[in-house]
């Protein structure tokens, strides 16, 4: 899991530094991948929920909101070693074959986290 979610960051993170000019790449590439997480995680929520017959309310995502706005808030601010990950990593995957197939699975790794979200909200309202 800990290989799968750095390549997310390295593909996110070189992405936003080729195409998007940002000085701080490293920190979008984690924050797009952690609100990825919190998406996915509050659409398995709502499943459960529904499951049992509750409604995901304001109030519970808040709740569920919080933490992962902090955790967020604390991995760019203390982790003190995204750019030497980021440059491990880019040494790491420099020759690695199918770049674009890889960066496309990514990009709908993110994309997907939202549609999940929203069609799970749409079809449940």
């Known amino acids: 899991m800990k290989n799968l979610f750095n390549y997310c960051f390295y593909r996110i993170a070189l992405f936003y ?3 998007i000019p940002l000085e701080d790449y490293l920190g979008q ?3 797009l991948q952690i609100f990825a997480i919190l998406l996915y995680s509050l659409t ?12 995901l309310t304001k109030g519970m995502a808040i ?8 955790l967020t808030i604390m991995i760019n601010r203390i982790f003190p070693r995204k750019e030497e990950l980021f ?3 880019s040494l790491k995957y420099q020759h ?3 770049k674009w197939i890889k960066g496309l699975c990514v990009c ?12 799970v ?5």
Do not use: A, D, T, W
């Not at 709908?108 to 069609?119: A, P």
């Open 17 to 19: 530094k080729r195409h």
């Open 29 to 31: 590439g984690i924050f």
């Open 44 to 55: 398995l929520l709502e499943l459960v929920l529904r499951f049992y017959g509750l409604k």
């Open 63 to 70: 709740i569920f909101l919080v933490p992962f706005v902090i």
């Open 87 to 89: 440059n491990e990593l």
């Open 96 to 98: 690695e074959k199918h």
């Open 108 to 119: 709908l790794y993110i994309i997907m986290s939202f549609v999940c979200f929203l069609s």
């Open 121 to 125: 909200l749409l079809v449940f309202r």
